[in-house]
C-alpha cells in the first residue's frame, strides 16, 4: 500500500503530501481496479470511432440515386451544340420522310437510323479530344464505370427523346406494322450497337468504336436488303413491305430483338466493369 | 506528407523507360529533370497512378498506393505533358466540371484559381480559340483544385511566356506549404527560382538527387 501511495505523490514535497491528507482508500481503489482487456464489442466500437480518419478502403462505396442526376447534369457540357443538331436532323429527315410515303418508309428509317444514332452519340461523347480530361478524370472521386454510365445515359435519354417523336408520327401516319414489334426491333439493335460502340472504346479506343458498330450494323442492314429484293422479284411484294412485315410476324426477327437487348445490356454492363478494371490493374 | 518510391521499373516493350527508381521526398517543391526520354514523364505518370509499374511500390504519407485508390485520388493534382481539351469547353466550364468531379463544395476556388493565372478574361472563351499557354494555365489551375497534397506538374512551364511562368510560380509559393510538389521541367532558370531540391533522370536511372546548389558539382552543364 505504501507503494502505492509514494507513486500517486512522487514529486510532491513533503507539504504538498500532508495537504493531500490520507490516501490510502484511493491507493487502495486503484490498486484493487483491475483494467479489463477489451472484447470483441469493445474493438469494433473503436475501429467506428477511427473509421472517419482512416484512408478510404480501395472499393468505391455506391453513389446515393441523387448525385447521380447530378453527374448526369455536369456532362452536358462535354457535348458541342453539333451533337444536338444531329439528332433534331434525323427527326426533320422522320419528318420528310412522311409526306414521302410514311406509312411504309418511316418505320423502316427508325428502325435503321436509330441505332446509328446513339452508336455515333458514343463515338463522339468518348471522341479523341476527351482523351487529356479522361485521364484527369481519372484522378478524381468520380469512378471512370459511373462517369462512362453517365455519359451513355445522357446520348441514350437524348436518343430515346428522337425515337418517342419519331414514334408518335408512325402512330400518327396509322402503323402498317404492330408497334411494340416496331419497339423491339428498334431497342435491340439500338442497345446492341449502343454496347457494341461503349465496349470497344473502353477496350480499343474511339476509331474502334466507330468503325465496328457501323459496319456490323451496315453489313446486316445490306444482307436485309438483299433479302428483301429476292422476296420482292419472288412475290412481287415491295422491299419495304415485306421488311415491316418480317418486323411484325417473323418469330426469328423477334427472338433476334430480344436477343440484341440482351447482348446490348450485357456489353454494357461489361463496358462498365472493363473502365473499372483498368482503373484498378495499377493494382 | 512523404512520398516513398521503393525500386520503381516500367518498361515499354524492350525498352526500358525507369530502371529501379528509389527515392524518398519530404513536403516541399522538387525539380525532375534530364534530358527528353530519360523517363520523367514515366515517372510522373506513375506517381499520378495512371501508369502501372512493373516492379517497385509506391507509398504516400505511408499508405501503400495499391490500397488507397480513392483517398489518393483525393490528394492528388497532376497536370499531363500534352493537353488537348475538348474545343467546345471554356477554361471556367473545364474547372467547375472536374470540380464537381472532387465533389469540391467550397465555392470561388475556380475564380481565384483563374485569376491568380490571369486568366480571367479568357475564362469563357472556347478552348479553340485559346493560345497553348492559356490552355497549359488551365491545365496547372485544374491540378490546384481541391487543394491537393501531391501536385505533379509535367513540363510545368512548357509554351509559357515570363509574364505566365511569374504567375505560375507566385501560384506554387502560396500554396506549396505542407505540400509536396513535383515538376519537370527543361529549364535550369526556373529550377533554380523555384526550388532548392533536384532529381536528375538519365536513361531511366535516377543520376542526382538533392540539393540544387549541389548539383553542378555532382553533374558537369547543370549551371546555375
Known sequence: MKDAIDRLTDGLDETQRQALGDLSALAYLLESDVMPDPGQEDVARLLEALNPYLPVPNAPRPRPPSSWLHLIRSQFVLFESSFWLSGALVLLLGLFITTIDGQELLPLAFVLLSPLLSAAGVAYAFR????????LERLTATTTAELLYAR?????????LIALLLLFLIWLEGPQVLLWRLVLAWLGPMLALTGLALFTTVRWGSLVSSLLPFGLWGSMVLLGWREALLHHIASGMTA????????SRSTPVLIGSMLACLAGIGLLILSGRAASCERQSWN | MELRIQGLSKS??????LRDVTLELMPGTVALLGPNGSGKTTLLRCLASLLKPDNGGLWFNGLPYTQNFPWLRGQLGYVPQELDFPHNLTPRQLLEYLGTLKNISESGQVDYLLSALGLKSVADRPFGRLSGGQIRLTGIAQAFLGKPSLLLLDELTRGLDVEERERVFALARKSSSGRLIVFSTHDPPDVERFTEQAIVLQQGRVIFSGKTEDLHHHIPGYHF
Not at chain 1, 479523341?128 to 485521364?135: A, D, K, Y
Not at chain 1, 419495304?240 to 418486323?247: A, G, N
Open chain 1, 128 to 135: 479523341p479530344e476527351t482523351r487529356t480530361l479522361g485521364e
Open chain 1, 152 to 160: 451513355l445515359a445522357l446520348v441514350l435519354a437524348f436518343n430515346l
Open chain 1, 240 to 247: 419495304t413491305s415485306w421488311l415491316l412485315i418480317e418486323i
Open chain 2, 12 to 17: 515499354y516493350g524492350s525498352q526500358v523507360a
